[in-house]
């Protein structure tokens, strides 16, 4: 059961943040007002948009980069959080929250098993 549902979790994000960068990178004017809003540079949003694609690319492309794809999504999502909370009403946090945690279960979820000293 908890492997249905890490791998829901992870095609869930990957859908979400390839959606999100592919829609960044075709037409960033979109997002425009919503970066400034957040006091980012317009570039940030094309920087940004190739970050979630290349994030949700590493949740499927192999098993190795599971990990390393959800933290970064992550960490872009507690960021995203911050600057909303900083600038905005507090409620128009609460998707990146939600993603963030979303993405750090997945991330722990991906963390191969300890590996156990031999004993000598």
Known sequence: MTRFISRSARMLLALIFGAAGMAKLVNPAMFTAQFASLALPVWFITVTGACELVGAAMLVLHPRTRVFGAALLAMMMLVATILHLRS??????????????LAAYVARASCPPPVEAADA
Not at 94 to 99: D, I, Q, S, T
């Open 88 to 101: 905005e009403p507090p409620g128009r946090a609460l998707p990146a929250m939600v993603l963030a945690v």
